[in-house]
Every structure is written in C-alpha cells, then in structure tokens.
C-alpha cells in the first residue's frame, strides 16, 4: 500500500510537493459538529511557516483553503481536505541539485526507488519539508477534539547542537511557541540564537531535539500488541523529514540505570493511582496512564548546507563538489517542533475516538461549545507570559 496515509480512525492523506502548486491534507474520520475555522488552522501554521528570523528565507503564505467537510462553520462528517499553495517558489535554485545529488539528502534513494527521469529535484520535491504543512494542519482538527477531555499538546526545542534546556514547566512549553527558536526560556533562547547565527555565518547548520508533551491525557489508550501507543508514536515521530531518533519518558537513559532507579513509586492521589515522578513518560505496556506523555525526537542538521561537500556527478559518474544555494533553514529543529507537536496530538486523538473517549460521529452542542471554549483559552495561553488578556 503506498505511505501517504497515517491513522486509523482519524486517517489524513497529505499531497504536493515542494514546488508544486500546493500542499494540503484530506482528513477522515472527523466527528460532524466540530466547529472549524481557518483562523485555527492559520494559528498552528503560523509557528510553522518560513520567511522569519533564524529558519528558511522562503516567503510563504501559508494560507489554508477548506475546500470540503465545513459547512456554516462545523465539520459534516465528510472528508475533510486543506489545500495551501505554494507561492513563493524559485526552482532554478536547484538546477545544481538536477546532477549532483546532496550528502544526507533523500536525492540519491529517490532516485534509485522511482527513477532519475520521474525524480523531481525541485526542492526535494515530495520529500522535502513542505509536506509537512498538511500534518500542522491536520492536527488543529486532533487538538481541538482532545480538549473535549482537556487535553493539551505543546512542544518545545529541547536541545539545539551542544545547548540544553532543562525546562519542565507546562506554561513555559506552551509560550515557546512565541519564541523565534522554539525555546521555553529567555536564557536559553539567547544561546540557541546565537548558535543559529553562527552556523548561517559559517554555511553549516545544527541538529536538535524537540520534545512534545501532553497534559492530562486519558488513560488507557493504546491497543497491545501492535498498535501499542509508544508504537504510534514512534512510527509518527520517525515519519517526520530529518527525524533520526524517538524516545519517551526516560528513553535512552533507562539503558544506563538499574531498575531500582528505573522503577517508578506508584502513588494514590485522591480517588486515583498514579506514579510519583512519571519516569515511564505517561505510557507503561504500551498504554497511557494518565500521567503526562513525555516524547522526545532528534532532527539531524539540516542536509542541504552552502559548505563545499563531496557528491558524483550524475552526467559523468565522476565525483564533484556541491554547494547547496537554496533557501533552507540552518537548524532545521525549530520548524520541526511544530511538525512533531502535530504527529503526537494525531496519534492521541486517533487513538481517543478508537476507544470511545472521543464521539467518532458527531458532538452535540454542548462538546462543540466546551472544545471551542477551551481552544480559545489555549490560544490564549500560548502567548507570552505577560501578555495574555
């Protein structure tokens, strides 16, 4: 089957290429009743779009069509489908590109996969990050339906090149959202930009890594054996342009610790258990506890870079050199938060309507009023400490 679908019950189709005449998604799977504008979707592409200070100097829009599934303000149950199109597109860019495949690159495979002659080099073409721009706003549809049980997704730049974050405050995750580089701190927003400047100065870039969390997700979700939510997770993380690693909870670091550590004192607070310092990331056998999901993924650095790097020469077979000129972001990790955010908020929201959590039909009138309330007060959330209403 081919891989541009990603779901089960909440099912998007994203199509278009980098240089195309569009991008978007089809959603299916949407309960009818949703209220559904495009300023919501203009709201989550906003933190992903390029054109700004310290990421691609490509001047999109970023503009959502509803084309079908809305009527009078409300999905109707049908197809959903976003169409955005790509407006600011230089492809003489990448008349280079054409014969020299770039190092770290998809070029070379797609080649070999489909064929030099059906390969689009414009702009990485299908694999390019502009695909994602169908993800983000897929996932404004999957975060509104999960404040239904007030459940709220925010994700931040955890790491940039050899800087760390240490932040675990929610309301700081939420409000990174404002800052140029996807930090959750003024401290460490400094140092991050101060390393962008430096590997544009220098031609180069930086890898990163973005961490996604998700406040007071249902318990229970996930389907063992397969479709255990750590498993979605990771296929929807790792299914992100320039992901090269998924964790969740402790991650890695559980590989270095005995399990005494590891192992998580579980607690009663109130009327319910939970886990005193949710090592486990919110996700023991492949099922949510309640605690918040913690996810983390790394973005390798950005491929296409102007430093001199070795390739061959398709026309001749002989190798080369290429120095990449296009438009490209030097850390390609601070778009990608937004893109990594979408992903998870998409798996718990598939995931809460196959388990009944979420009405897989219709809202009545009083859900639709609760998630339009709520979403008004993540927007609002989301803004700067300081200047919320």
Not at 27 to 32: E, L, M, N, S
Not at 275 to 292: A, P
Request: hydrophobic share 35%; aromatic share 6%.
């Amino acid at each position: 089957m081919p891989g541009n679908s990603f779901g089960k019950a909440l099912v998007i189709t994203t199509f278009g290429e980098s240089h195309g005449p569009a991008v978007g998604v089809v959603v299916d799977g949407v309960p009818a009743g949703l209220r559904l504008s495009k300023e919501d979707i203009e709201f989550e592409l906003s933190f992903r779009k390029p054109g700004r200070l310290y990421v691609s100097g490509r001047r999109e829009s970023d503009s959502p069509e509803i084309i079908s599934g809305v009527f009078e303000g409300r999905t109707t149950g049908a197809p959903l489908t976003v169409l955005v199109r790509n407006v600011d597109v230089i492809s003489s860019l990448y008349e280079e590109v054409r014969f020299k495949p770039r190092p770290g690159h998809a070029d070379l495979p797609y080649i070999m996969r489909y064929g030099y002659e059906n390969w689009d080099y414009r702009g990485g073409g299908r694999s390019s990050a502009r695909e994602t721009v169908g993800r983000v706003a897929a996932s404004v549809i999957a975060k509104k339906l999960l404040m239904l049980t007030d459940t709220w997704v925010a994700g931040h730049l955890k790491s940039l090149g050899p800087v760390t974050s240490d932040t675990s405050d929610f309301r700081a995750i939420l409000c990174s959202k404002y800052s140029p580089v996807r930090a959750s701190s003024p401290s460490v927003e400094s140092k991050y930009q101060e390393l962008v400047k430096q590997a544009m100065v220098e031609g180069d870039s930086y890898g990163g890594i973005a961490e996604v969390v998700v406040k007071n997700p249902p318990p229970g979700l996930g389907e063992p054996a397969f479709d255990k939510i750590k498993a979605d997770l990771a296929k929807a993380l790792l299914s992100i342009p320039a992901v090269t690693g998924f964790e969740y909870g402790l991650g890695f670091q559980a590989a270095r610790m005995k399990g005494s550590e590891a192992n998580d004192s579980i607690v009663r607070r109130g009327d319910r258990y939970g886990w005193k310092e949710n090592k486990s990331g919110g996700i023991l056998g492949g099922l949510t506890t309640g605690e918040d999901i913690i996810v983390r993924c790394a973005f390798k650095p950005t491929s296409s870079i102007r430093k001199p790097q070795d390739t061959v020469d398709l026309r001749t077979g002989e190798p080369a050199q290429i120095s990449v000129l296009g438009r490209h972001d030097p850390a390609v990790a601070i778009r990608g938060v937004s893109v990594a955010e979408a992903m998870v908020s998409l798996v718990v929201a598939d995931h809460a309507i196959r388990s009944g959590v979420i009405p897989p039909v219709k809202l009545d009138q009083r859900e639709s009023e609760l998630i339009e309330e709520r979403w008004r007060r993540y927007m609002e959330e989301c803004k700067p400490m300081g200047e919320s209403q």
